[in-house]
Structures are given as structure tokens and as C-alpha cells.
């Protein structure tokens, strides 16, 4: 019920009431939501001193093509343009002094919450990536290694641990582009099987933003271009963080 009153609010852009009276946050000014806030969106999400883990970082399970392609994309953040996305355990990490809009909310408290891709704490084991986003040019790139724990067909990863690695990259980057909050539609068309432990390169790009909405695409391939494992596309809602109010 709840996602059926987004999908209404970006199509109609006023607001609408759900039962019980809550309301969706009214359309958001495009000059605030696209373009010149990235920068700022940009350097909340990355900071330069935290106390949290960052899992985005080279480790022993990482397969040659994934490292040296790593290193690669590190010298392009010194010159290029790209950035180095850290990867916490959690998004509530990733926003602090800032929450949900108001309807979403839901109550908080101390149990270890982690996103889906970090759930496997074991090295080499779940989901091993890192993403470089471009914040001029709206797109990114994750680099992406399958461990043994999400494996399908034996000795191959499961689709759906690429489908979760897909949403996982356009979250970020419709977020970091233009406050892209929540999946409207995912749609995947799978080309061939990923074996476990090998690198997956998701090329993400948006496509266009328009009526509250971030349309955005991705191509799964092998490093050098030749083996294409899927392709995808996705619609996000675009909706604001609130600050988080001191008192609480």
C-alpha cells in the first residue's frame, strides 16, 4: 500500500493521502534536487574522518582483475573526476543527522542493522565490491566479486545476488545524483552465467530525470568488455532526507 502511494505521488506530483493520513512530501524544486546539490550530496556521504569501517577496501579474497582494476580507477580519482564511495555496514551510517522523510520513519533501536550487501561479514565470502561514482558525468562504476555464499548453479552466482548488486549501485548513484530515495521498478534481462569469484563490472549511467522521477541503466560485463551478463534498468523516486531534529 505504502509503495503504491509513492508510485502515485511521482506520477501526479502533489500530494497525495494514504490511509491513515500520512502524506507524501510534496515534488521537489528540480534546481535543489539535480545538478548543483551533487557536490554537496557528494562530500555528506564521503567524509573525510570516520570512525566507521569502510568495506570498500582491498582485501586478501580480492581476485587479481578486481585489484589491479581498483588501483586503476584509484588514479583516475586523483585526476578524473571519479570518486571512491565508502561502503558502511549500514545507510544509516551513510546519513547521519539525517532520517527518513516523514511517513517512512519507523522506530529505531540498537540491533546491528546492516545493508543487504553487507550482511556477510566473512572476507571473500558474500558480496565483495567498491564503487567510483562521477558526479559531473551522473554515472558509476562497481566493481563486483561473487563469493561462495551467494552462489546458484554450483560454482556459479546466483542472479539475484547480481540483481541486489545492481539495485545496490543505482541506489547510490540516483541518490548522489539527485536525491533518488527509493526503487519504483527494477528490470533485468540476464545474458550469461557469472562464475563465483570472478569480477563483475556494472556500468551505471543516468538517463534522464523528469516528473520526481531518476531513470537510470546498467551493463554487467567482464573486464575487458567481451562477456556481457546482464543488462538492466530502474526508476527511482526522488525525495528529500529531513535533519534530524537535536532533541532527539
Known sequence: MLRRGFQAAARLGYHRV??????ILPRLNPASAFGSSTDSLVSRFCPEKTDFKDYAL???????DMLSLYKEFMEKTKSSGW????SFKSNREHIQGLKLPSGLAVPSDKRDWRSLTRCIQVEGQGYEYVIFFHPSEKKSVCLFQPGPYLE???GLAHGGALAAMMD???SKTAYLTGEGLLTLS??????????VGSLVVLNVEVEK??????????IAQNRDQQMVYAKSSAVFLQL??????SQQ
Open 18 to 23: 494514504l490511509p491513515g493520513g500520512r502524506c
Open 58 to 64: 582491498p582485501n586478501a579474497s580480492w581476485c587479481p
Open 83 to 86: 570518486v571512491k564511495l565508502p
Open 152 to 154: 546458484g548453479p554450483p
Open 168 to 170: 545496490e549501485t543505482f
Open 186 to 195: 527494477l528490470n533485468i534481462r540476464f545474458k550469461n552465467l557469472i562464475p
Open 209 to 218: 530525470i523528469e516528473d520526481q522521477k531518476i531513470y537510470i541503466s546498467c
Open 240 to 245: 528529500q532526507l529531513e535533519e534530524e531534529s
